[in-house]
């Protein structure tokens, strides 16, 4: 069965498959994506930094400065992607196909559990391995959901297997859970836990009140096999979970989103897409098909086969359970436009820390999947079974049903996917060879058209501005204050403002030496043009005319050195917070004065005037600067703040504090000093052995378990073979 789903993922991704060698991209945008964009020099960073002796600790790139480790994609703790570490992030176009064949074969095990049929459980397999709404993600690249998703059905299987043997099977569902926590993307794995830990406890419930005695004293067993899957669980990701869990309240979604942005689901006129995934309507017009976050379809035979489980299948056993599931997840897309919605919004916690409700239709593809199984399952006793001797025809039509799935989705999958030479993607471009050249710890701003995240990383350049989904609150409030009226930057880089829509005194602290621009960009004062040329394209598609963009570059006249030693310091009141922060600080000159939340220095003390420092050596986990100073001052470093940053001063601990919002000051006293900052991840001792034991004792559990099984196994053999012989014996006696 294994090998027959193989060869149906193959022919969805048959545009890979004459193309091996090629990236799996979608077909719109000219091949641009979420993996050529963000998502390959993710999986490079940690390759390029192991090489050199380094734990990809910290991203210094993108947005200021970020942590790689708790930031869920950036993909390190999830096994198959330590593969990209050693054959190059190409690997990943086939590490999207294999899991898509492994969320098949979890589909194929989990409709088996609820006792379908061979044959139907392979149309399961077909559906969940192909299923248009992951199939649309993967096109849109992204990786990390792709990951998850091949976890869903397994982690399913493992909850059917759970409630069958009345919780004494909990180790899988922790497992696979933990599985799709490190895949990447936290969003889907919460939902599922979710959905599971809501079916749990109407089970619980059901149980509880049972008139059987029996059934009432399973309750508790159960009750204690299910807590323990979630200590399990937790134990097996904490060494993830932990630092995200504290990057988490250090984003700009810690006090949570709003319903406005939070339940941005599906639309009703998206229900047309049921049958037609292009269809667009007055209502739909603003998410076009390329928006696959609201591709509600399913294809239409697996649809109708599962509509024929509702009315054929309702009494087998779990049918009624994957159909309240699936009311469930369909209700909980729909965002806001759903009361349903609206009350998990208030009163279920970590539901508004993300947006796009519409992904619980990952699960919901799942099921629907599950569902066609039963649906064609069920007509077997009514039309095959009755009459043995059309038995044959019922293989010949179970045969036909997969073939036109496998069209169906396969005609989908077609229309959205495409492949693209590696050499596709720009490299070595002019402005590339400009940074090349004048290798430095100075900023860039650019856009993504002229010059994008990928190649920053492959130059050693960090950019302001970059597509980055984990935003720290400290990073876009000092971004906002970029532009004096906070409203003209996209902190992704997708938007390039313009010269004049800038607060140059903001850009000279950030360190900003260089920028960007396209080439009709008028002069303007603090900028000099230092080149200009033209560039190819992001994506330059084999066998089309070529694009060409022309740019210039800009040196900035007055930027701030990335390091500097200031005495004068203005604190901010513990009033002070978000956007009133972000104008105080569009108030200040950065070269006279600091902003602190609290001036640490005696306050008579003289105070030195502002003067450059010395960055000796800078990596991802450690900055070295020396510092000279006449007076008491603060050293300041312009790299995001983050607790997990710690300094020496002439190998002393000393104090850091937010400086002007984002960045990181130090307290000196007058002298020469050598000054050392080094990232540690918090927590990630404690994470790291609670989950290296967690896996170890996981392991050694299911090593017992098989051993046992074996055993018993063995043993009904040899008691089978005794029979037999012993009824032979009475034979020939």
Known sequence: MTCLLALAVLFCFRELVTNPTHLLVGAHRGGENDLTAYFLPALDLPGTAIAQGKF????????????????????????????????????????????????????????????VRHVSALIAGVIGAATPYAIAHTAEGHYPQTCVMAWLPWTLWAFERFLASGGRRWLGVSVCLSLSFLGGHVQESFYLSLLLSGTMTCCLVSRFFSRDAAVRADWARMTWYWSLVGVVTIGLVLVELLPTFGNSQLSVRASGLPLSLAGDGLKLGHWSRLWNPQVESVETSGTSFGSWEFCFHFGIVPALLAVLAMWCGRQRPGTRRLLLMLAVTVLFAFGARSPFFRFCHAWLPGIASFRCPARALYLSSMIIAVLAAIGWDSLWPRLWDARPARRRLAHWASLLVLGLIVWELGTFSARVFATIPPTALRRDSSISKFFRERPSVDRVLSGMGLYDDREAHQDGVQKVLGYEPFMFLRCALFLDALT??????????????????????????????????PADQPPVAGWKRVATGTVPAEITQPNQLNQTLSFAIFENQTVLPRAFVIGQVTETSNSSQGTKLARLLEQINPRETLLLPQDILPRDSDRTPFAEASIESYSNNEVRVRASSSGHGYLVLTDLFHPGWSATVDGQPTTILPADIAFRAVPLAPGEHSIVFRFVVPGWKAGAIVSALSWLAVSLIALRSSTLIAGRSAKESAQRTSNVCSTNASTST
């Open 484 to 517: 004096p009226d906070g409203s003209k930057l996209d902190p992704g880089g997708f938007l390039l403002p313009s010269f004049r829509d800038l607060h140059k005194p903001l850009v000279d602290l950030a360190g900003v030496r260089y920028a960007i621009m």
């Open 56 to 115: 990809p600790s910290w991203n210094p790139h993108l947005s200021l400065g970020s942590p790689t480790w708790g930031n869920p994609q950036s993909l390190l703790f999830y096994p198959p992607n330590w593969l990209c570490w050693w054959l190059g992030s190409a690997a990943a176009s086939w590490l999207l196909v294999a899991h898509h064949w492994w969320t098949g074969v979890g589909a194929y095990l989990w409709a088996r559990q609820l006792g």
